[in-house]
């Protein structure tokens, strides 16, 4: 069984930078989708971004492309998302979450994923 735990969050002026980080357990993340999803107060979990098993495959929101980068370390078992030019609209909490099936695709819906972690605060001010 997988376990998620993020860090990284915090609290950070618009325009500045952020990464959040995701260690997993078990050597079998390296076979696993992973993406990052964030919810802010009042709203639904949204998709943020994903990257495929050997990170050869990487997807976007719209409102995050060109901004954020997730990235994974399979050798530190960790998944990343460096956040720059940061946005109030960006407040949310933002979590990590594993598909585990055998090297299924990365998704971009909440249910494609069935382990997550516990979530980390990020916050913008204006």
């Known amino acids: 069984q997988v376990q998620l735990v993020e860090s990284g969050g915090g609290l950070v002026q618009a325009g500045g930078s952020l990464r959040v980080s995701c260690a997993a357990s078990?050597?079998?993340?390296?076979?696993?989708?992973m993406g990052w999803f964030r919810q802010a107060p009042g709203k639904e979990r949204e998709f943020v971004a994903a990257?495929?098993?050997?990170?050869?495959?990487?997807y976007y929101a719209d409102s995050v492309k060109g901004r954020f980068t997730i990235s994974r370390d399979n050798a530190k078992i960790t998944v990343y998302l460096q956040m720059n030019s940061l946005k109030p609209e960006d407040t949310a909490v933002y979590y990590c979450?594993?598909?585990?099936?055998?090297?299924?695709?990365?998704?971009?819906?909440?249910?494609?994923?069935?382990?997550w972690g516990q979530g980390t605060q990020v916050t913008v001010s204006s």
């Open positions: 979450a594993s598909n585990t099936v055998y090297r299924a695709r990365p998704g971009v819906s909440p249910n494609e994923y069935n382990t």
């Open positions: 078990g050597r079998t993340f390296n076979n696993y989708a």
């Open positions: 990257i495929g098993w050997n990170g050869g495959t990487t």
